[in-house]
């Protein structure tokens, strides 16, 4: 019996190594893949053929001229975009769910159907409607509508752009996050206590929702800070277009800046899928915790 059971231990060790050698060789064909470009342009901001070593381009940064307005301008419509997106989205993907689940294929149609519309095709029909509009609409009310939606300070024509650039991600986010939780049986007994919609809404559904809403406005905060030919036709300058206009005249300050953006999309998205699995664990009820610390007790003594 002993000698059976070093033989299985033996043979599951060796099952175990070549998946861990595969695993570690994957894990570092990606960080070569990704860290190489990432290093190689950290150096070109740094080093200067017959002057060496500086970091002035990043000390150029908050002084150069537009950084702050652009990026504010970025954060704002992607701030206004991630809230639209999901206030829009969210409560039609209820209603089709609860009410008609036979329109749940149309409603992936029209959701995805963006991603067949080449950007260029996109703004182009945005531009034309925007010009036929102001003579169409310039003797009606809708006139100061139509021209106070393409203020540059705050261009909200962008905000409804970025809306359906992002719907088909948002939906397979949110999407995959409504299959792993019973929404009707939810909804059904929170109803069936009192609770309104807007309730249900907000703390039944939501709170259960937490990692696919997480991830669908990270998503949208990355299109909306590397989107660059709906805004660059439309005429206005966000961050991704002053980038591109910096990098012109001071290539290395353009650099800097993307990388620098770069490090901070991935410090929130590592920040988020901290903090949410934090609020797993500790949401998981004691019971659990302590059957499954028991079970797996019980199998490395049988092991044993």
């Known amino acids: 019996m002993a000698a059976l059971t070093g033989l299985e231990r033996v043979s ?25 470009p990432l290093g190689t342009s950290f150096w070109y901001t740094v080093h200067t053929p017959g002057a060496g070593v500086s970091f002035s381009a990043y000390g150029e940064l908050l002084t150069a001229d537009g950084f702050v307005r652009s990026l504010s301008l970025s954060l704002g ?5 991630i809230v ?22 149309v409603m992936e149609v029209l959701c995805t159907l963006p991603l067949v519309v080449p950007p260029i095709t996109f ?7 925007l010009r036929d509009g102001t003579e169409v609409l310039a003797p009606t009310p809708f006139w ?34 409504l299959r792993t939780m019973d929404v009707r049986t939810l909804v059904e007994a929170a109803r069936s206590l009192g609770a309104s919609w807007p ?19 990270f998503l ?13 036709l439309l005429g206005y300058e966000p961050f991704a277009v002053w980038i ?50 028991k079970s797996r007790t019980s199998r490395k003594e049988k092991g044993k």
């Open 12 to 36: 599951g060790a060796e099952a175990r190594r070549p998946r861990a050698w595969w695993r570690g060789l994957v894990f570092l064909t990606a960080g070569i893949y990704f860290l190489v």
């Open 77 to 81: 419509l992607a701030l206004a975009t």
């Open 84 to 105: 639209l997106v999901l206030l829009l989205a969210l409560p039609a993907m209820l209603a089709v769910r609860l009410f008609a689940p036979r329109l749940g294929p």
């Open 123 to 129: 703004v182009a029909g945005i531009g034309t409607s």
């Open 144 to 177: 100061a509508t139509l021209i106070a939606v393409q203020d540059p300070a705050f261009p909200v024509v962008l905000v409804l752009a970025y809306v359906v650039l992002v719907l088909p991600f948002v939906y397979r986010s949110l999407d995959a996050g």
């Open 199 to 217: 309730y249900v809404l907000a703390r039944v559904i939501v709170p259960n929702l937490r990692s696919a809403l997480a991830s669908a406005s």
């Open 220 to 232: 949208t905060l990355a299109l909306v800070l590397g989107e660059y030919t709906v805004a660059s």
């Open 244 to 293: 591109v206009t910096v990098s012109g005249s001071k290539g290395q300050l353009s650099v800097a800046v993307s990388i620098l953006s770069l490090l901070l999309i991935w410090v929130l998205l590592l920040a988020v899928s901290t903090v949410f699995g934090r609020s797993r664990k500790s949401r998981e009820p004691r019971s659990s915790r302590t059957t499954s610390r």
